[in-house]
Nanobody, 115 residues
């Protein structure tokens, strides 16, 4: 079992930055992969970025060059640094952890980007 708690969402103007945090209830070394997803109103949840146990990362094309996912193993925390935010980035952002065949989700944090 893994509990995930996100924080850092909020309202920001276009071009601004936010950093999301996801604190896990157990060591990241015991978790295979962690990621950030987002869901905008009326749309399906989509992958934003993944980070794997070896620190390999991958990103959705829409955020490449603007978002950076990272992990602090000592704090059991994964971050999503979001720069040059656009109105289309507005969504609820969810942290996800995958351990074996099981996926865990946080409660989500709202990010709103005004034009």
């Amino acid at each position: 079992q893994v509990q995930l708690v996100e924080s850092g969402g909020g309202l920001v103007q276009a071009g601004g930055s936010l950093r999301l945090s996801c604190a896990a209830s157990r060591s990241l070394f015991s978790i295979g992969a962690m990621g950030w997803y987002r869901q905008a109103p009326g749309k399906q949840r989509e992958l934003v970025a993944h980070i794997f146990s070896g620190a390999t990362t991958n990103y959705a094309d829409s955020v490449k060059g603007r978002f950076t996912i990272s992990r602090d193993n000592a704090k059991n925390t994964v971050y999503l640094q979001m720069n040059n935010l656009k109105p289309e980035d507005t969504a609820v952002y969810y942290c996800s952890a995958r351990s074996g065949l099981t996926s865990y989700w946080g409660q989500g944090t709202q990010v709103t980007v005004s034009s």
